[in-house]
């Protein structure tokens, strides 16, 4: 299995880069992807030690269009990754600046 048929993409929303302050870190995987292979293609791509991997799945869904109600569509089955790596390691991906605003 190639790489990006296990880790798709990081995902960077405001929950996942509180997660990432305390060394936790959200990635899509794929459908079929283990845990032990999510652990090991962590690992190898960021060079950092993988203590523990969580993951959920989201079922598809049928959905209505907001513009025309009659028209519904299915939205995608997705997996997710939780993965905590060892204490006082980090993935760079995930790093913000500090002090908010751009001065």
Do not use: C, W
Request: proline letters at 2%.
């Amino acid at each position: 299995m190639k790489y990006t048929a296990i880790v798709r993409k990081p995902i960077i929303t405001e929950k996942s880069m509180k997660l990432a302050t305390e060394g936790k870190y959200l990635f899509e995987v794929g459908l079929r992807a283990s845990k032990g292979a999510v652990k090991k293609v962590v690992e190898e791509i960021f060079g950092v030690e993988v203590v523990g991997v969580r993951t959920l799945k989201n079922a598809a869904k049928q959905k209505k269009s907001r513009v025309n109600r009659n028209h519904s569509f299915t939205k995608s089955p997705i997996k997710k990754a939780i993965v905590e790596v060892k204490k006082g390691q980090k993935i760079d991906l995930f790093e913000t600046k500090e002090g908010g605003k751009n001065k």
